[in-house]
């Protein structure tokens, strides 16, 4: 066991008797940790979708360590190819967002490269073959979602064009498969368009469709086309009340149309009588079977099996006791299900389930970590404004040779998420880096706050009208719920969040005085701005979120962290993306130089090249360690990591 001190090393009155057995007590923040920011990348690979071909499996990898590019991968009689060309970047910008960028049938691949947006097919001993024209806007066609009819001839999805005036136009497509460049437009004249599937027989098309200002987990409505020979012809909406998010329409093999909707607070299972637009209850209780639609591409039911989602996770409802607590991307394969499988103590890895054995195709990179590491995390409920309460995933400091010693108590990192309609994740996150902080001596809470998802429709609700309200009392809430329980220290708590969550980490920073300091990443700071900026699919979020506009314009001027930026009086690391669309880098260095201009500590880094969400290995690495090193300045501890310091206006290097 290391018994080397460093500075700020705590020691026990009873330190002298220690012996082997016992575990060293080291100031939190200065474990050394296996658990490095080169580790959370190195390596690492993002599995988000699986498509199931015949006797075939692919799937999509995202690779840190390659820029963050997206590769397709083909499985085949135990072995796993490659089929997209060096340097492919499988990759959609529909809605900015993506998903759902590519698909496989009848032996080919149909993806979308990053960086034209134009639509290849690709056999996998063969070259891509183009099968979109050119547009005249650089990027400006784009394509997503998509399905191919049963003779093969065309590919159906959903169309986003660019370039006009206006906000972008999007549709559902036709696009023919021989290269011919053909493109015929089967729905138009809605704002928004999702999940364009096609019936057995290629006789009819169903798709989801909705209207600015809702968002897709507001009110969608599910309609239906006749089809044929790449055209439809009476298209008439099956179901939509206008007070239900309807996701993820698909056929049986036997023909029969399911979809989710959460009429009854819950996103549930229905099938839909195609004539009538009749629903029949099929699966699904009390918990949400699919999550909102942020990005295209998401499947969390087929016939006869649903994913449960539950406070620490997700399970199958067939039952099958699966080391699992996140599943994606759920596809029939025969008698077998294929999936994408996560847990708190693992990444992504590709599944195959038959009756009750598992056969991974794809297996998660072997963290090589000591289990004591990776322990579960505890769900919270904890109470907060309004008689109301929230939810959260506390993660306790967690080190096989290190514990906190008895008279201090760790530090503590709030997560909040971003959305702000979504979740905490359910799993082993390189990207956020639960176990990195927690294996220094962290504790770490991940706030499920009020209009988070996986909790109802009425939950999710909570925030209409809230947010940049009740997100920030929730955020304070979870801190001093953990703190007045003894388990962090109430003089250590620090803020952290991302986009929306990054908007949250600032109010929180400027109307309350719990913490000592907080990261902003790529967060919205002027809302009012946002309405103008801001990219389509949330061009009207804020409506729902914030109030009406522009007659609520004075709300969002209240809510904007920049008009509170004089009240934030704890340090603050900022951090952005040079080529962030979604929220543009103006947000960022606008609270920057508000806060310098107010004498307060700040730091800034902005990473070129990315965009919404870091995605290369150089970006995550360097982002992770800044934090680390910008805390230990705050609070006075030394990392154990050789990291390069930060520029911290008003504070000198060293």
């Given at each position: 066991?290391?018994?080397?001190?460093?500075?700020?090393?705590?020691?026990?009155?009873?330190?002298?008797?220690?012996?082997?057995?016992?575990?060293?007590?080291?100031?939190?923040?200065?474990?050394?940790?296996?658990?490095?920011?080169?580790?959370?990348?190195?390596?690492?690979?993002?599995?988000?979708?699986?498509?199931?071909?015949?006797?075939?499996?692919?799937?999509?990898?995202?690779?840190?360590?390659?820029?963050?590019?997206?590769?397709?991968?083909?499985?085949?009689?135990?072995?796993?190819?490659?089929?997209?060309?060096?340097?492919?970047?499988?990759?959609?910008?529909?809605?900015?967002?993506?998903?759902?960028?590519?698909?496989?049938?009848?032996?080919?691949?149909?993806?979308?490269?990053?960086?034209?947006?134009?639509?290849?097919?690709?056999?996998?001993?063969?070259?891509?073959?183009?099968?979109?024209?050119?547009?005249?806007?650089?990027?400006?066609?784009?394509?997503?979602?998509?399905?191919?009819?049963?003779?093969?001839?065309?590919?159906?999805?959903?169309?986003?064009?660019?370039?006009?005036?206006?906000?972008?136009?999007?549709?559902?497509?036709?696009?023919?498969?021989?290269?011919?460049?053909?493109?015929?437009?089967?729905?138009?004249?809605?704002?928004?368009?999702?999940?364009?599937?096609?019936?057995?027989?290629?006789?009819?098309?169903?798709?989801?469709?909705?209207?600015?200002?809702?968002?897709?987990?507001?009110?969608?409505?599910?309609?239906?086309?006749?089809?044929?020979?790449?055209?439809?012809?009476?298209?008439?909406?099956?179901?939509?009340?206008?007070?239900?998010?309807?996701?993820?329409?698909?056929?049986?093999?036997?023909?029969?149309?399911?979809?989710?909707?959460?009429?009854?607070?819950?996103?549930?299972?229905?099938?839909?009588?195609?004539?009538?637009?009749?629903?029949?209850?099929?699966?699904?209780?009390?918990?949400?079977?699919?999550?909102?639609?942020?990005?295209?591409?998401?499947?969390?039911?087929?016939?006869?099996?649903?994913?449960?989602?539950?406070?620490?996770?997700?399970?199958?409802?067939?039952?099958?006791?699966?080391?699992?607590?996140?599943?994606?991307?759920?596809r029939s394969a025969g008698d077998s299900l294929v999936f994408v499988g996560a847990s708190f103590s693992t990444e992504a890895e590709v599944v195959r389930l038959?009756?009750?054995?598992?056969?991974?195709?794809?297996?998660?990179?072997?963290?090589?970590?000591?289990?004591?590491?990776?322990?579960?995390?505890?769900?919270?409920?904890?109470?907060?404004?309004?008689?109301?309460?929230?939810?959260?995933?506390?993660?306790?400091?967690?080190?096989?040779?290190?514990?906190?010693?008895?008279?201090?108590?760790?530090?503590?990192?709030?997560?909040?998420?971003?959305?702000?309609?979504?979740?905490?994740?359910?799993?082993?996150?390189?990207?956020?880096?639960?176990?990195?902080?927690?294996?220094?001596?962290?504790?770490?809470?991940?706030?499920?706050?009020?209009?988070?998802?996986?909790?109802?429709?009425?939950?999710?609700?909570?925030?209409?009208?809230?947010?940049?309200?009740?997100?920030?009392?929730?955020?304070?809430?979870?801190?001093?719920?953990?703190?007045?329980?003894?388990?962090?220290?109430?003089?250590?708590?620090?803020?952290?969040?991302?986009?929306?969550?990054?908007?949250?980490?600032?109010?929180?920073?400027?109307?309350?005085?719990?913490?000592?300091?907080?990261?902003?990443?790529?967060?919205?700071?002027?809302?009012?701005?946002?309405?103008?900026?801001?990219?389509?699919?949330?061009?009207?979020?804020?409506?729902?979120?914030?109030?009406?506009?522009?007659?609520?314009?004075?709300?969002?001027?209240?809510?904007?962290?920049?008009?509170?930026?004089?009240?934030?009086?704890?340090?603050?690391?900022?951090?952005?993306?040079?080529?962030?669309?979604?929220?543009?880098?103006?947000?960022?260095?606008?609270?920057?130089?508000?806060?310098?201009?107010?004498?307060?500590?700040?730091?800034?880094?902005?990473?070129?090249?990315?965009?919404?969400?870091?995605?290369?290995?150089?970006?995550?690495?360097?982002?992770?360690?800044?934090?680390?090193?910008?805390?230990?300045?705050?609070?006075?501890?030394?990392?154990?990591?050789?990291?390069?310091?930060?520029?911290?206006?008003?504070?000198?290097?060293?």
């Amino acid at each position: 066991m290391n018994r080397s001190e460093s500075p700020g090393t705590t020691r026990c009155p009873d330190a002298t008797a220690w012996d082997d057995a016992r575990m060293e007590h080291r100031a939190a923040g200065t474990w050394p940790s296996p658990v490095t920011a080169v580790s959370l990348v190195g390596g690492a690979v993002g599995i988000s979708e699986v498509v199931v071909d015949g006797d075939d499996v692919w799937w999509a990898e995202q690779r840190p360590e390659e820029n963050g590019r997206t590769a397709l991968i083909r499985w085949r009689a135990g072995a796993a190819t490659e089929v997209t060309p060096p340097g492919a970047n499988v990759r959609t910008s529909v809605h900015e967002y993506g998903g759902g960028a590519w698909w496989a049938a009848l032996g080919s691949a149909y993806y979308v490269e990053f960086a034209d947006q134009r639509l290849r097919r690709i056999a996998p001993d063969g070259d891509p073959v183009l099968l979109t024209p050119e547009p005249e806007t650089p990027r400006g066609l784009r394509y997503a979602d998509g399905r191919v009819t049963p003779d093969g001839e065309w590919y159906m999805c959903v169309h986003e064009r660019h370039g006009g005036r206006g906000e972008a136009v999007n549709e559902i497509v036709a696009v023919a498969t021989d290269g011919s460049f053909r493109v015929n437009v089967l729905a138009s004249g809605a704002d928004f368009y999702a999940s364009p599937r096609i019936s057995p027989d290629g006789g009819r098309l169903v798709w989801v469709q909705w209207m600015h200002p809702n968002m897709p987990w507001d009110s969608t409505e599910l309609w239906i086309a006749d089809l044929a020979d790449g055209e439809t012809s009476a298209p008439r909406m099956l179901v939509g009340n206008g007070d239900e998010a309807l996701q993820q329409p698909d056929w049986t093999d036997a023909g029969e149309l399911l979809v989710a909707t959460d009429r009854s607070d819950w996103w549930t299972v229905h099938r839909v009588d195609p004539t009538s637009g009749d629903l029949t209850h099929e699966a699904g209780g009390d918990s949400d079977v699919v999550q909102p639609h942020w990005g295209f591409g998401g499947s969390r039911f087929i016939d006869g099996v649903h994913v449960v989602n539950g406070p620490l996770g997700d399970r199958l409802s067939s039952g099958v006791d699966l080391p699992y607590t996140s599943i994606s991307s759920l596809r029939s394969a025969g008698d077998s299900l294929v999936f994408v499988g996560a847990s708190f103590s693992t990444e992504a890895e590709v599944v195959r389930l038959t009756g009750g054995d598992v056969e991974i195709l794809r297996p998660a990179r072997d963290l090589g970590l000591d289990p004591a590491f990776l322990p579960d995390p505890e769900f919270v409920t904890f109470p907060t404004t309004d008689g109301q309460f929230a939810h959260g995933l506390f993660y306790a400091p967690a080190h096989p040779d290190f514990e906190v010693s008895a008279d201090e108590h760790p530090p503590l990192v709030v997560f909040i998420h971003g959305g702000p309609t979504s979740s905490a994740v359910r799993e082993y996150s390189a990207r956020l880096g639960h176990r990195f902080w927690t294996s220094r001596g962290f504790a770490v809470v991940d706030v499920d706050y009020r209009g988070s998802t996986g909790y109802g429709r009425s939950y999710r609700k909570l925030l209409r009208g809230q947010w940049c309200r009740i997100d920030v009392d929730d955020a304070v809430a979870a801190a001093v719920f953990l703190a007045d329980r003894g388990h962090v220290d109430a003089h250590r708590l620090l803020i952290r969040g991302g986009s929306a969550g990054g908007t949250t980490t600032l109010l929180a920073l400027a109307r309350s005085d719990v913490f000592a300091a907080g990261t902003n990443l790529f967060g919205v700071t002027d809302l009012i701005a946002l309405m103008s900026d801001d990219h389509k699919f949330e061009s009207q979020y804020s409506v729902s979120l914030v109030a009406p506009w522009p007659e609520g314009a004075e709300v969002y001027a209240e809510r904007s962290p920049i008009n509170h930026a004089h009240e934030i009086s704890s340090p603050l690391l900022v951090l952005q993306g040079a080529d962030d669309t979604v929220v543009p880098p103006a947000h960022s260095e606008q609270i920057v130089a508000a806060l310098i201009a107010h004498d307060l500590p700040v730091g800034y880094i902005e990473f070129v090249g990315e965009g919404h969400g870091f995605r290369g290995a150089d970006a995550i690495v360097r982002a992770i360690e800044a934090e680390l090193w910008f805390y230990g300045r705050i609070l006075g501890f030394e990392p154990a990591d050789e990291i390069e310091p930060v520029a911290i206006s008003g504070i000198a290097a060293g």
